[in-house]
Each structure stands twice: as C-alpha cells, then as structure tokens.
C-alpha cells in the first residue's frame, strides 16, 4: 500500500499516479506546491506565519504523492520542504488533539487518531501493551545500522485552558499546557514525510517514531515503553519540546544535561505523643520534623559537590492540632532535584542516611517514600551535532541558539540511560512577543508555524544521518 497522505476532511485520496505510471497531474501540483515551498522556506530571522491565523485551505493533492514524483537525479541529502496541503493537515491535526486533552495513560483517543493516520499511510504502527501510545517502523532493518528514533509525548496537564480560541479545550480542567499535541503532529507530519521519501528510495537508513504516553507523571511513561522495547535495534534518539522563549523559527541547542533530575520524597513520622509540658517523657515529633525539613537540605550541600545542585525543597508539611498536645504523626512532602546525573543516582542512599540519623536523635520513627521521577536529560555530543547540521541545513546557523539547564524534569531522560540522543528546545513564541510566557500555564500557545520548522528539521536530522 502506498505511503499516500490523505486530507483532514477524509475525502478519497488521489491517486499517485496516472495509467501510464507517469506522475499524475495532481501529482505534479503537490511536487510543484513542495519546490515553491522550499524555495519560500521559513525565514528564522522572521519566522514562520503566525500560528494566529487560520490552516491554509486545505489542498486536493496528497502531498506524499508529490514527494514520490521527485526526480531521480533529486540530492538524496536534501530535505523537502514541508507541502503546504500536509502543513494545514498537521495544523488542523494539532488543533484537534488541542481540543481534545487527555491525562497520561488515557490517551486513548489521541492513541488512536495517530495511529489511523499512520495506517492510512501504509504504515504499520503497533500500540503499546498498556493501550495508550504506540510506535511505528519506517523502512525494514537494516544489519549494518540500528534505527534513529524520534520521540513525541501524547499527554495533557490537568489544568484548565484559559485562551479564547476556537480550538480551546473542550474537557474541562485539561489543557495540553505543554505543547504536546504539538510534538505529537511533527513527529506525525515527520513520519508522513519520511514514508513518501522512502518510497523513492531516498531515505537512508531505517527509523522508529515513538509516541509516548504519561510524560506529565511520575513514574513517567518513558519507562513503560523502554520497558515494551521501543528501543531494541534503536542506534540514536532525538526529540524536540517547545520553549516559549524561544522565538518561531529557531532551535535551542545545548551539550550535556539541558533538564535536572526530579524525584519525590515523602517522610511519615510517628512516635507516641504527650503533653507539651513533658517534651523529655515523649517524643517530639514536631522539633524531630522541623530539624529534618532544615538539616536535610544544608546537610546535603556538606556531602556532594555543591556543583551538582543537589537540594530539597518542602512543599508541605503537617504536625499536630493543638498547642498543648506534642503529635503522634507529623509529614513532610517535597521534591529533590538535581543538576548532576552521578550525584542523582547517589541521592536517594544518601537522603536515607541522614533521615535516619536525624531522626534517631530525637526517637522518631520514620518512613520515607523516595520515588524517583526522572534522570536529567543529558545530550549526547554527536546527537546535538547531527540536530545543529540539520537545522543549519534547513534554516542557517543563525537559527540556533544556546539554551541553558532548566530545573524542570523529562522524562525522555530515561531513553537516554540506554542510547545516546539529543532533545533541542523549539521556539513556538511568535515574533515581535515580548510577553514572558511560560509551560504549564492555561493561557499557553504556540505559532504554529513551528511544526513546519519541527518537520523540516526532523526530516533533514534523518537524512544526514
């Protein structure tokens, strides 16, 4: 089956070709509407058009079609640019996910949109043994190189979506406030383009795109599908994540970890309680909970290399409901994170320990919770080189820029602990925006012209690699 890319409103798709095997003329339409396009290729200093305005009107091509019409003597290294039929679609698409959110492990229906879309494609994506994600071969094995994997991330965040647009969440208290839906459409739009290069023989090595579940919890769903081997066979891994400081149009890249490592820790102590009036007859569960909520946090800058920014922060804590009465139960909740993934993988023996010899001090029985979250994201030298050369590439040198390590968690951190890869921030600000925007806000949005760069890029990665 061909590798044929239908339109949003379903209708029948044309065929590739005429009676003669010659291009079809609707065939010739989409090549020409690719070759204008590439020749009209996103300016980074200005960026794509606003993701304000409406889709372009949907073409009647099938843009895969078009692709298949390339000439032979076509450079095997050149990324095509985006069709402007697959660019609505892909916009129409993310609109529809956007209107759509769904919490992680229950992205069902978006599970299923990605996959009839790949299928329509003569794709054989296979859904993940959980029901939500799935992933999807381009090309067959190849013994000689493993494939290169691109990642996208299906879930939303519950938060309620405050921007007045028509395509605004329809589920109440959800929002894909993290741009989700837009990974998810380029690595879709990716694929698509990558299964029309195929056909022509022009992709040059087998991929893997992986559509992840559950990004947004803890543990995340990374693990669940490293666990159904994703990567077996995987030779590298690339993903994007949108960053509202950075403008349409251009990358941020950086070597080395780009996220800190998250972990959650929740302490539960108990001891008999007493009056308040014989502290020394008891145990004194609120002075042991206020030395552990202070001496566990500057214990850790005395005992691993301040460089690694190994902290803890209290999000809550709870003890007691009277001034006279010294409590039987009190609770700390907070969050570790950490700059430095070999200080991260000593954290939790290292927390442990001084818990226990704070508490013994004061006669505390303590439980602790210690759940990992995620690892930082630590790229990969060659992975951000191959994403620097691909968008340089596409967009010129002058479209990327460094990016600092966030203290925010991803989970794509956990791919990165079996194959080298490289996550790059993309810029989805709109130019001219001088508001300062943030994730995991319910007013959050992109210019939607940063899934043409997400494609673009993409692609390119995969043809110079």
Not at 104 to 125: H, I, M, N, Y
Not at 409 to 429: M, N
Request: with cysteine.
């Amino acid at each position: 089956m061909g590798h044929t890319l239908t339109e949003v409103n379903d209708s029948p798709a044309a065929p590739s070709e005429g009676p003669s095997g010659a291009p079809s003329e609707v065939a010739r339409k989409v090549l020409d509407e690719s070759s204008a396009a590439q020749s009209t290729a996103p300016d980074p200093a200005t960026g794509p058009s606003s993701g304000t305005a409406q889709p372009p009107a949907q073409s009647a091509s099938t843009p895969a079609a078009g692709l298949a019409g390339a000439t032979d003597d076509a450079d095997p290294l050149a990324a095509p640019a985006l069709p402007d039929g697959l660019r609505a679609e892909l916009i129409a698409f993310r609109r529809d996910l956007h209107r759509h959110p769904e919490l992680g492990r229950q992205e069902f229906r978006t599970t299923e949109k990605v996959r009839s879309r790949l299928a329509e494609a003569g794709l054989s994506p296979r859904v993940l043994p959980n029901g939500t994600g799935l992933v999807c071969d381009i090309g067959p094995d190849d013994p000689a190189r493993g494939r290169l994997a691109l990642r996208a991330d299906l879930d939303a965040l519950p938060v309620p979506d405050t921007k007045n647009v028509e395509y605004r969440s329809t589920v109440e208290g959800r929002a894909h406030a993290c741009g989700h839906d837009v990974h998810t459409s380029i690595v879709l739009g990716t694929g698509l383009m990558l299964a029309a290069l195929a056909e022509q023989g022009r992709l040059p090595r087998p991929v893997r795109l992986v559509f992840q579940p559950a990004e947004e919890v803890m543990p995340g769903g990374a693990l669940d599908a490293v666990k159904a081997r994703v990567l077996d066979g995987v030779e590298r891994i690339l993903a994007l994540h949108c960053d509202p400081k950075v403008e349409v149009g251009r990358i941020g890249l950086r070597h080395g970890p780009i996220t800190s490592a998250a972990d959650k820790l929740k302490l539960a102590l108990d001891g008999p309680g007493g009056h308040s009036a014989r502290p020394h007859l008891t145990t004194d569960l609120v002075m042991a909970t206020a030395k552990l909520a202070t001496e566990l946090p500057a214990a850790l800058t005395r005992r691993v290399d301040p460089r690694s920014g190994l902290s803890v922060v209290w999000g809550r804590i709870e003890a007691g409901h009277a001034a006279n009465v010294i409590p039987q139960h009190a609770e700390l909740e907070g969050t570790v994170r950490c700059l430095d993934l070999a200080a991260w993988h000593e954290a939790p023996d290292l927390v442990h320990e001084v818990i226990d010899q704070v508490a013994a001090i004061y006669r505390a029985k303590c439980e602790i919770t210690y759940q990992r979250g995620v690892p930082p994201v630590v790229n990969e030298g060659s992975s951000v080189e191959l994403l620097r050369d691909a968008m340089t590439a596409r967009f010129g040198a002058h479209a990327i820029e460094d990016t600092e390590q966030s203290l925010g968690g991803e989970d794509f951190s956990w791919y990165l602990e079996h194959v080298p890869g490289a996550l790059a921030r993309l810029g989805v600000r709109p130019v001219g925006d001088t508001a300062k925007r943030d994730l995991h806000q319910g007013d959050f949005d992109v210019d939607e012209g940063a899934i043409a760069v997400g494609v673009e890029l993409l692609t390119s990665a995969v043809l110079l690699s």
